[in-house]
């Protein structure tokens, strides 16, 4: 038996703000300014979860092998930085969510793969005084699904796995939570849809925001 959870570790793109819109802009800026072809929404959409440069990787004509790879990679990073927040924005329920679960005395962390500077700025944008730890892509950091960024989450919240779960919307994450020895919530309004993520392995499922507070109270 698990111990009562006081602990919610959630995904950033595609759990708790809807980012899509901006990526999409900032890939296709870089892109372009290297007269490469444009990516689509929906090719966004399935691009993203492992990264920025797994991103960009997958949105370049030949990837790595590109020669001006990394041209592309650095114009999407410099675009990101100041264009991270034009479009995005919280999906519905999810602040009233977190403010609840805040003032019930759970203790509360994103971790995302997207870069660091991007995860906090956003997160003290829409979540400050809530969510007290915020962490993405940095050095020295292995990126999801390791299950670094979630034990250093855990740490600096004065938290053990044995109490507490994870939130997110893909793949990415289920193998996150599990590599991680938490259990995963899989929310079914962000990147991947219901019948990929039983296909990856998601059994506790959130069609809304509010769902999250029942299933962790079960």
């Known amino acids: 038996m698990r111990q009562k959870i006081d602990t919610v570790i959630f995904d950033m793109d595609g759990t708790v703000l809807d980012t899509l819109a901006d990526l999409a802009d900032a890939v296709n800026f870089a892109l372009r300014e ?6 689509t929404i ?3 959409r399935a691009f993203v979860g492992n990264g920025v440069r797994r991103l960009l990787e997958l949105s370049v004509p030949e990837g790595f092998s590109n020669p001006r790879f990394e ?9 990101y930085a100041v264009h991270c927040n034009d479009k995005t924005k919280a999906y519905d329920g999810i602040l009233p969510l977190l403010r609840e679960l805040e003032k019930e005395g759970y203790a509360l962390a994103i971790v995302s793969n997207k870069l660091d500077s991007a995860v906090k700025e956003l997160n003290e944008i829409y979540f400050e005084g809530i969510v007290k730890v915020a962490i993405g892509e940095v050095e020295g950091i292995a990126k999801k699904p390791a299950p670094d960024m979630v034990e250093k989450a855990l740490k600096e919240l004065g938290k053990t796995k044995e109490t507490a779960v994870y939130v997110g919307d893909s793949d990415v994450d289920l193998r996150t939570a599990e590599n991680s020895g938490l259990p995963c919530i899989s929310v079914l309004w962000g990147f991947r849809d219901e019948t990929f993520l039983k296909e990856n392995g998601a059994k506790q499922f959130a069609k809304v925001p509010a769902d999250i507070k029942k299933i962790i109270e079960q």
């Open 34 to 39: 290297c007269d490469m072809p444009q990516r």
């Open 42 to 44: 929906d090719e966004v």
């Open 71 to 79: 041209e592309v990679f650095a114009k999407f990073k410099e675009y």
